[in-house]
């Protein structure tokens, strides 16, 4: 039986796959190493969504490509997307998709099922891939030509997966994918909100985060979908919905199927069902077509929704895209709006922690934090750092309730009571 070490770069959804690789191994009776020079095969889950990222998958795979006496396996976005760029790199590996590798790995054995095989959680939490691929064709994205269009498994085959992980220990599910919104749409049904349903229904204590959902696909469902997470405590109060930019031209370029009044639309329907919950949004600065009003549209979008989490990415040409044949902006101009747009986001990310200060929250410990304190995350899926907690006897899985002290602008700080 072969000893793999696998690597993982990227989102949430490409650490699902590599659960579902390492699972279908571990049927096998293969067994994990951490170190790449004991393995027998190594394998690199790859990443690709911007250049910078590129850059350091290639040097990762030189690395690994040098550290591993056997086998080198490559999958993932860019291994899918720009499978020659390894070859042209003078990487000897072989370039798989996801669900090629355990197969090759397995080199044609049976299955055998041995005693660690359950389904993998990492500390208390289960990361639950719900389909994969898209319905989008956005101009400046490599990644679609990784995953495909969507394929969404039926609602009882993932409320099972979520089972087998609360049943092996999970106490916080993540559900991925990269358009959780667009779920079971190729069958023209918008099955997030039954799904969400059913999982929060089975039994344990247990929360639920679900992860990026383009706002096309929750636009056509957001009074039903903020309705669910107002009468499940299990799921966290958390939307990711990625706007990337307030001008609707500048959205037209970029070939997202959304519009400005639409993405404010599904933020007043969850205002409106929700006391307090997080909006989680992305922005993407220096596209080629962004003028200086179009970015001033973004900095007022910001300025208006007030999301609590915020990611800023400068624009970056990816190959085989047709963004890619656009005149750029120039890294100068790009730095200095992801500079403003930085100002503007700390003031009100900062200004939302501020507001915590004071107030009681129950919170779920999932994550070591420095020396003896543990990172956890309340009904919103704000996080919070609790100093001591170990000394106190809290573990991973714990719900404690805290006291808001503090905040570091991006987290907050709580004290037990």
């Not at 009776?29 to 393995?39: I, T, W």
């Not at 996801?98 to 959680?121: A, F, I, K, Q, S």
């Amino acid at each position: 039986m072969a000893r793999y070490h696998i690597e993982t770069y990227g989102c949430t959804s490409n650490r699902g796959e590599s659960q579902a690789i390492e699972r279908s191994l571990r049927d096998g009776g293969h067994h994990p190493v951490d170190d790449p020079a004991r393995a027998d095969v190594a394998i690199l889950n790859t990443c690709t969504v911007v250049e910078k990222t590129e850059r350091n998958m290639l040097r990762r795979a030189e690395e690994l490509d040098g550290q591993t006496p056997a086998d080198l396996v490559i999958t993932g976005c860019m291994a899918l997307a720009q499978e020659t760029v390894f070859r042209d790199a003078g990487i000897d590996a072989e370039v798989l998709h996801w669900d090629d590798v355990p197969e090759y790995v397995r080199n044609g054995e049976c299955p055998t099922t041995t005693p660690d095989t359950d389904v993998l959680v990492d500390g208390v939490t289960g990361i639950l891939p719900i389909a994969r691929g898209c319905l989008s064709d956005c101009s400046y994205c490599i990644t679609k030509h990784a995953t495909g269009t969507i394929d969404s498994p039926p609602v009882s085959h993932n409320v099972e997966k979520a089972r087998h992980l609360l049943e092996s220990g999970a106490r916080e599910l993540r559900i991925t994918g990269q358009d959780t919104g667009v779920y079971g749409l190729e069958d023209g049904e918008r099955k997030l909100p039954e799904l969400l349903a059913r999982i929060c229904e089975l039994p344990g204590d247990f929360r639920v985060r679900v992860g990026m959902a383009n706002p096309k696909g929750v636009y056509g469902m957001a009074q039903e979908l903020a309705s669910v997470f107002a009468e499940y405590d299990e799921l966290y109060n958390f939307l990711h919905a990625p706007v990337q930019s307030g001008s609707d031209e500048v959205l037209e370029d970029m070939r997202r199927r959304h519009r400005r009044p639409q993405f404010e639309e599904i933020v007043a329907a969850f205002d409106e069902q929700l006391d307090y919950w997080t909006l989680a949004t992305d922005f993407i600065v220096g596209f080629p077509t962004e003028s200086d009003e179009d970015f001033q549209a973004s900095l007022d979008l910001l300025q208006s929704v007030e999301p609590e989490k915020l990611n800023i990415t400068r624009f970056s040409k990816r190959p085989g895209t047709d963004a890619a044949d656009l005149d750029g902006l120039g890294g100068t101009i790009k730095k200095e709006r992801s500079k403003a747009m930085t100002e503007v986001k700390m003031d009100v990310v900062g200004a939302a922690h501020e507001a915590m200060v004071g107030e009681q929250r129950e919170v779920l410990l999932v994550e070591d934090g420095t020396e003896d304190s543990l990172v956890g995350y309340d009904e919103a899926h704000r996080q919070v750092a609790v100093p001591k907690a170990e000394s106190m006897g809290l573990s991973l899985g714990d719900f404690v309730n805290v006291e808001i002290t503090g905040h570091n602008t991006v987290y907050a700080l709580g004290e037990a009571v």
